[in-house]
Every structure is written in C-alpha cells, then in structure tokens.
C-alpha cells in the first residue's frame, strides 16, 4: 500500500487545486486531510487589584471555541470529501493551533505518520509573502519529512 500523505486544508479555492493535483500525481493512496483551526483565547481575568470584574465568562469562550471547532471540523470534512473524490482514501482532521499553523501542520503529519505532507501555494509575491508570512514556506523550511508544495492556477493566485 502506498505512504499515507497528509494535506493541508483551509477550504481555499488553491487547498482545492492541491487537493485534486496531489491525487493526479500521487495516484490512490491513504490522506489525512487537515484543517487547522486558532482557538479564542481569554481576556484579561480583571485587573492586578482586583477592582474590575472579568471581562470575558469561561462559558462564553467555551461556546464560541465549540462554534469555531464545529466550523473547522466541516471545513476538514469538505476537504477530506473532494480527495476521495480525486481517488484519495482521505479522512478529515482538525487540530487546534499550536504556535503557528505550518508548525501544527507539521506536528500533525508525525501524529498520524505521514510520510508526505501536501500544501497548495497561494502566490504571493516574495514581498508579501515576507511581511505576512506563508504556511508554504514555514512547512517546506521545517519538515523533516518531504514536502509538495503546489502552486494556485488561475483567479487566486495573486501577484502583488
């Protein structure tokens, strides 16, 4: 049976591309496809004196992270659905951020023991990408595994 991969997901019109152009070039293989998704953290408890009551309830964080999450886990279930359309024998994942999103991209591909981690590129020109940083680029520059990285085609690739 073929290494399983794992594909990098945010429901973008270039993680679609990636997805079908990885299943052409890759042929029928086991996919985790990934969403990863940033958690509400909570303000400030109240002030050092304790004069101001806190600005956020836990409750209300813990709704708003469960919101986020159901929405993440559809966005991965989306994604998980056009690769088995491609002939990818995918499953979906999400997994909450942990320091950045091509670190958790990463510390997900060890997890489930992929062997190949996918990701589509926007193009973003150098200097944008510079300023804004690129899930590409932190993939491809920290992956001790390889990393296929392709390209947007089209209406979303931007060439600032």
Do not use: C
């Not at 101001?52 to 964080?61: A, G, K, N, R």
Request: proline residues 9%; negative net charge; aromatic residues 4%.
């Amino acid at each position: 049976m073929p290494a399983p991969i794992l594909i990098g997901f945010d429901g973008s019109p270039s993680a679609r591309q990636a997805i079908e152009r990885a299943a052409h070039v890759l042929g029928p293989r086991p996919a985790t496809v990934v969403f990863v998704w940033d958690p509400v953290a909570p303000g400030p408890a109240g002030d050092p004196f304790g004069l101001v009551s806190p600005m956020y309830d836990p409750s209300q964080i813990e709704g708003v992270n469960q919101t986020i999450r159901t929405n993440a886990d559809a966005i991965a279930a989306q994604g998980a659905a056009l690769a088995r359309e491609a002939g990818l024998d995918a499953q979906p994942k999400t997994a909450e951020m942990r320091g950045s999103i091509w670190s958790t991209i990463l510390e997900t591909a060890e997890e489930t023991g992929a062997e190949l981690v996918v990701v589509g590129a926007r193009g973003h020109s150098k200097v944008r990408s510079l300023l804004l940083g690129s899930v590409s680029n932190g993939v491809v520059h920290h992956a001790a595994l390889p990393v296929l990285v392709l390209p947007a085609r089209g209406a979303d690739k931007n060439d600032d």
